[in-house]
């Protein structure tokens, strides 16, 4: 038994370091699907495909709301002077161009959208997902003289003009996200689904 | 060893309990856990929260296993459950009553707990371990409680739970990735209510418990703090016992049931008679089933978590406020060694430190108030001084604890009566 007093030390710690880094691997394999089981399952993802909205009911200045996704989209017309009032604010914004901004290319521009008069905006506030409550009247008692209207956030105060900029002091540090979108025709709207729009812009 | 011996055999007994103790160390526990474990004798009345916490905790998982039994978990189901438990369940309402109002007793005996360390500075050595075991005990806390509220899938559940994981959007890269994976969809959904439900009444009150015995063995270990700061352990008598101990039974035992007896009185009225407690413990938006088109105004979150929530509001940058929100839970953690002060208790601590921490608990308790609140400007105006408040309790520790002039403390336990 003369083999037993010489144990050999270091081959012990190489054999204990690579079982554990073994056991390890062999954690990470196994959590791998527990991981990946929270992620959106099939249907959560099929639910997501693109929904069709008939604008041809909407008038300049009202606002449809429809959910894609589980999220509220706010969908509104501008007026042909709202829009030319828009860019007269840009010195109140974080980000009048959008630079920092969650949007599609072909709205990042003053008007975050593809058509000037159409406005398509998640509705979940980018501070923490609250709804943006309409309020379209111009120096509101509330809001100020110098209001020049557009959504706050009931939770913590977020302030956006009409096309979803946010103003400078409001809690959001970035505009109002854009889903993709894009026109069947003049009065049908896809939300969801950008291909034609990205077609049509190149 | 032979003293040992000589003592378990006085302890074992005859008959059941000596052929039990044999198998089991049934008497050796009950000694060293209660007949033999010295206490210090001049416990007051902020001795009694743990007790407390350790009997609402029980409470809670006996009224979540019979609640478990009726709710049904799913976004079309678990609202018209609840009111089902609620309206046809015999005695359902008083078991859902005490669910719920159990969640904010937890916070209120947690907190007064949490508030008695800081003032006769228990957080100090030997007893860092003690305390971190107790944060990760607040921490697993505010999950579940968290989780819980979403579970009733009332409206203000629904706005609360939404609210709550997009801070975790507002980490750099990974954060919106984050999110999605948290609510397994698009936005919170059924998924969402499934996997806390699951977190809700498996996870973590398993968790809770390992860390509620951690926190027991680690008490036992170093022995209770007392409102002096004393160490009792180190001045023993001829006996071997410390002269100012006392055995945790009967003295404490008989002194916590008259504790568990006001509280059990002052709960009961609550339940009884004031179950809402002014919107407090329940929420008027949350009796109206989640509307994902309809955000409740005003949205507050439970009171428990306003001050942090006042703390986030305060803050005109969104990763900012997140950022400060997480520090300030985290702040606690980090008290053991952020105190150089040479005395524990605010007993024997100087203008310094009485001073800070009436600035803390002043800014607390406003920011509680002030987290209740709508998100105007004089609110969060306020809010931002008293966040300032907060947080400099921490920062400064470093520096007043070590200015503050001490008194000198004496070598026995006082009783102020």
Not at chain 2, 338 to 360: Q, T
Request: charged share 15%; net charge neutral.
């Amino acid at each position: 038994m003369a083999d037993q007093e010489a144990v050999d030390l270091d081959r012990r710690k190489f054999l204990t370091v690579a079982t554990a880094a073994t056991a390890g691997v062999g954690v990470v394999f196994a959590a791998t699907p527990f991981v990946a089981s929270w992620s959106p399952s099939e249907r959560a993802k099929a639910l997501g495909a693109p929904i069709t909205v008939d604008l041809s009911k909407l008038e300049p200045g009202m606002m449809l709301t429809y959910v894609w996704r589980k999220q509220p989209i706010y969908i509104f017309k501008r007026t042909p002077e709202t829009v030319a009032k828009l860019a007269a604010h840009d010195a109140q914004l974080k980000d009048p161009k959008s630079s920092d901004s969650d949007q599609p290319a072909y709205a990042t521009n003053e008007m975050r959208s593809l058509r000037p008069d159409v406005a398509v905006l998640i509705a979940t506030c980018t501070h923490l997902g609250c709804l943006p409550k309409q309020r379209f009247e111009p120096a509101d008692a509330e809001l100020g003289a110098d209001w020049p209207g557009g959504f706050r956030c009931p939770c913590h105060g977020s302030r956006f003009d009409l096309a979803g900029r946010v103003f400078n002091g409001s809690p959001a540090s970035v505009n109002l996200r854009v889903p993709p979108y894009n026109f069947e025709n003049d009065n049908t709207l896809v939300i969801g689904s950008d291909d034609a729009a990205v077609q049509g812009a190149a | 060893m032979a003293s040992n011996d000589a003592a378990s055999q006085v302890n074992q007994g005859a008959g059941f309990m000596g052929w039990l103790n044999k198998r089991l160390p049934v008497n050796k526990f009950i000694s060293d856990q209660l007949l033999e474990y010295y206490a210090p004798k001049n416990f007051n009345v902020w001795y009694f929260f743990g007790s407390l916490a350790l009997l609402v905790l029980v409470m809670q998982l006996v009224s979540g296993i019979f609640l478990t039994m009726f709710y049904k978990v799913g976004d079309t189901t678990a609202f018209e459950s609840v009111e089902f438990i609620r309206r046809e369940v015999s005695y359902g309402w008083l078991i859902q009553s005490l669910h719920a109002i159990g969640a904010s007793a937890f916070f209120v005996v947690v907190y007064l707990h949490m508030y008695r360390a800081l003032m006769y500075g228990s957080y100090k050595a030997p007893r860092e371990l003690l305390w971190l075991f107790g944060m990760f005990i607040y921490l697993a806390l505010m999950a579940e409680a968290f989780m819980g509220y979403v579970l009733p899938w009332g409206n203000m559940s629904y706005w609360a739970a939404t609210v709550i994981i997009n801070i975790f959007s507002t980490i750099p890269v990974i954060g919106p990735g984050l999110v999605e994976w948290i609510r397994g969809d698009y936005g919170v959904a059924d998924a969402t209510l499934n996997r806390f439900f699951s977190l809700h009444v498996v996870a973590i009150p398993l968790i809770l418990l390992l860390l509620v015995a951690l926190h027991l063995v680690a008490l036992r270990q170093v022995g209770s703090n007392n409102p002096d700061g004393i160490e009792i352990k180190e001045n023993k008598g001829s006996d071997g016992k410390p002269v100012d101990g006392i055995p945790f039974h009967p003295y404490y035992t008989v002194k916590d049931i008259v504790g568990v007896g006001f509280f059990l009185t002052l709960f009961a009225v609550v339940v009884f008679f004031v179950p809402t407690f002014g919107g407090l413990f329940m929420e008027e938006a949350n009796f109206e089933p989640a509307n994902p088109l309809s955000t409740p105004e005003p949205i507050a979150p439970s009171w428990y978590f306003t001050p942090y929530y006042a703390i986030l509001r305060a803050v005109p940058n969104q990763r900012i406020g997140a950022l400060l929100l997480l520090l300030a839970v985290l702040a606690f953690f980090f008290l053991p060694w952020l105190d150089r002060s040479p005395v524990k208790s605010v007993r024997y601590r100087g203008l310094w430190f009485k001073g800070m921490l009436a600035v803390f608990t002043v800014s607390f308790l406003a920011l509680m108030y002030l987290g209740l609140k709508p998100a105007s400007a004089s609110y969060v105006n306020a809010a931002r001084v008293f966040a300032i408040g907060y947080f400099s309790f921490f920062v400064l520790m470093p520096l007043y604890t070590k200015w503050d002039r001490v008194k000198s403390v004496p070598k026995r336990v006082s009783f102020h009566e």
